[in-house]
């Protein structure tokens, strides 16, 4: 029996770094140096994002009491306000917030660098701020009843569009001083070589950021100086084409961010390293060279943009992108794999994912993150995005039944589980209750997946999105939706209950950690896990020689399965398709 | 190991599994690359995005001449309308309406011409299914053959303000 530990990968002071006197700390845990600026903006990101989940969390369960015909909570103006408010808080703030802060780790923490420029850190969390509560509270006000996509002419109070503006110049800052960090680590010579995998994925997805920053720019500001009447118009198709530059690959930085995250949470509970430096780094480029065509996806069924602009967008070089996503979707589990067989743990395929430390909620997040993401949100969103499937896929409960579990299955979860080293290592406070703790990913993953299954299902049945009542009561024709549907609805909204219990329950085990927790300044933080019945003698039999490294039989097999659900969803879509009237 | 930097001569070809990991998934992602131009030469369903530019007002006059000249009956107080099998027919959204019901045959074409005359619109058109964005300024033409009949109800499914939940219209097709 012997318990994990993390480090010491880094000895401190193995490098110089280029720290100002008395701005460093060593981790107890880790042993990195870690510069007390980028620690201090961290803290505060992490506490903006957690804020913003807790008021995203709340519009997200009075909307899935709403879209439950049997509870039917909200009147329709505050159904529609609170979509807004939700994806606004949640794919907005709450998520860029979070990354903010991973890229100063990256830079910072992991380069072992000051963070370039601290005036900087307090421009971008003021600007983010500043555009967070305009926003907010343009919406509550009732003046911004314009869903997240805002699709003009549709009208909002041009505070709406200007707490954008800011919100992004701010995100834009931030990335700014990210690149500022790696160029003085480079320059200051805090590191030998090429940068560590993790902070090469944050770089990734800072060049995608700052394309899809340009977007905002590009749509946001014409589309405020429309609001406040200095342009006459603005033309519906290029609000839509431009604005999805923004909202599709807003989601591509999440992805990057989130894979790079899975990297770490392998290595800080397994102690995995990438099984090819090569592969997942060319991976992560074909993020950034292919990925934005990926926005296409939006304006498949759209009027003015022609068959060959949406075929081309969505297939060729977007399925380079979704190649990325394929190879980290082995990679991840099978640097997972060696490590544990590594440790000893070889019987069988599963032996290593058996015994698992499912124990420990940054490993069982983290990899409930990967499964989800990978067989619910890859599987469902390449074969939504293919041009023709999407016909019977548009603004259908089918669209959020995908994003929410990439975004939120995936990308949220992936978050939550890295905060079970977050509050530990840089908050240096230990949690309470940890049964609930270790219980919160399984619960959030559980209730996310539910209600996912849920809104594909009724969106299969034509169930619309952002849509208050499926009775249309008070329409003149309204449309029977089959009882399946009905049933469907009910899931939604029964896993929205159970997933917006984990949230609460993440959001008070964080504020009580952070705010009462115990500190461990000074002494490595309490692992979340004792390795299982690994005695020395069976480490020694089954030591990790270079052979033996690159043996994963039990991922090939689960990716193997992987491909064949990919398969068989897709070719069954084809087969619904071929069913409706014929159009062109 | 993912933290640190790696150490000098990183760059090395994949082997084993990941390699045929590598070859499988590129394989896949050509035979889904090949399938959307081979269903857009042989398949019966697509959206090619055909459109005019068009302005609202004279969308919506087109309309009215569309209605007083194939003009059949009347649904809940909105006209029946049915157009030459072959020919044009015109469909108008505005918040919160469908104008008019059509009355279409069952393995017949026609050139449906789709606009707002305010906001974004979403048709759909339940129980099949289909999907299709309307945009102001634009006449979003399908080249539709039913290839079924009965009653479909046209549901908006773009938020379009406060009534979107009641907009809804009707298509009949008849054998
Ligand atoms: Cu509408």
Known sequence: ?584 | MSIRPPAAGWFKAPHGAERLWIGLALCWCLVMSIAMPYWHFYGKQNSTGEAYRVEPGAFAQRVQRFVATNQVGELNGIPIVQPAPGGDAYLQAQMWSWFPVLKLKKGQTYRVHISSIDLQHGFSLHPLNMNFQVLPGYDHVLTLTPTSSGEFTIICNEFCGIGHHMMAGRILVEE
Not at chain 1, 40 to 69: D, E, N, Q, Y
Not at chain 1, 273 to 281: D, F, I, Q, Y
Request: aromatic share 12%.
């Open chain 1, 1 to 584: 029996m012997t318990t994990t530990t993390i480090g010491p990968d880094v000895t401190a002071g193995e490098a110089a770094g280029n720290h100002p006197r008395g701005e460093v700390r060593v981790c107890d845990t880790t042993g990195l140096a870690i510069c007390t600026t980028a620690e201090r903006f961290m803290k505060l990101h992490a506490v903006f994002a957690v804020v913003s989940l807790l008021i995203g969390g709340v519009a997200a369960i009075l909307i899935g009491l709403t879209r439950w015909p049997a509870v039917h909570l909200l009147p329709a103006d505050w159904y529609y306000r609170l979509v807004t408010l939700h994806g606004l808080d949640m794919l907005i703030v709450m998520i860029l917030n979070f990354e903010i802060a991973i890229l100063y780790f990256a830079g910072a923490v992991l380069l072992n660098s000051r963070l370039y420029s601290k005036s900087l850190s307090w421009a971008t969390l003021g600007l983010m701020l500043v555009g967070a509560v305009m926003c907010n509270a343009t919406v509550l006000m009732g003046k911004a009843d314009v869903m997240v996509t805002s699709y003009v002419p549709l009208r909002a109070d041009p505070q709406f569009y200007l707490g954008l503006i800011l919100f992004s110049v701010g995100t834009l800052l931030g990335v700014i001083n990210f690149f500022g960090t790696l160029y003085i680590a480079k320059r200051d010579h805090t590191y030998e070589g090429s940068v560590p995998l993790i902070t090469f994925g944050a770089t990734a997805a800072a060049i995608i950021a700052v394309v899809t920053l340009l977007h905002a720019a590009t749509t946001m500001i014409p589309t405020y100086l429309w609001s406040i009447n200095l342009l006459s118009s603005i033309d519906p198709e290029w609000y839509r084409v431009t604005w999805w530059g923004l909202g599709h690959m807003s989601q591509q930085v999440n992805v990057c961010a989130m894979v790079s995250v899975w990297y770490l949470l392998g290595h800080l509970t397994v102690g995995s390293k990438p099984l090819s430096e090569a592969v997942c780094r060319s991976a992560f480029l074909l993020y950034i060279l292919f990925i934005n065509l990926a926005s296409a996806h939006h304006e498949l069924v759209d009027p003015g943009v022609g068959a060959t602009w949406k075929i081309w967008n969505t297939s060729y070089a977007m399925y380079l992108a979704v190649l990325a996503s394929m190879i980290h979707g082995f990679t991840v589990p099978a640097s997972i794999e060696v490590a544990m067989r590594a440790k000893g743990f070889q019987r069988g395929l599963f032996g290593w994912l058996a015994n698992a430390p499912w124990s420990n909620p940054g490993f069982s997040g983290f990899f409930l993150s990967l499964v989800i993401f990978g067989f619910g949100g890859g599987i469902t969103g390449v074969t939504l995005g293919t041009q023709q499937i999407n016909i019977m896929a548009h603004n259908t409960l089918r669209i959020p039944g995908h994003f929410h579990v990439t975004v939120v299955g995936g990308t949220a979860l992936a978050f939550m589980a890295l905060t079970y080293y977050v509050v530990p290592l840089i908050f240096q406070r230990e949690f309470y209750a940890k049964a609930l703790c270790r219980l919160q990913p399984y619960l959030f993953a559980i209730g996310i997946t539910t209600m996912s299954i849920g809104m594909s299902f009724a969106g299969s049945y034509g169930v619309p999105r952002r849509h208050w009542d499926v009775e249309f009561s008070g329409s003149p024709f309204a449309p029977a939706f089959d009882s399946g549907a009905h049933v469907m609805l009910g899931l939604l909204g029964v896993g929205a209950v159970i997933a917006f219990t984990a949230v609460l329950l993440f959001v008070l085990l964080v504020v009580a950690a952070v705010f009462f927790g115990r500190s461990n300044a000074g002494r490595p933080m309490e692992p979340w896990h004792v390795e299982r019945g690994v005695t020395a003698a069976v480490r020694a039999s089954h030591g990790a020689g270079e052979d033996e490294e690159h043996r994963t039989p039990g991922t090939l097999v689960l990716v193997l399965v992987f491909l064949a659900s990919f398969a068989v969803y897709y070719f069954a879509n084809w087969l619904w398709l071929s069913d409706v009237w014929h159009v062109r």
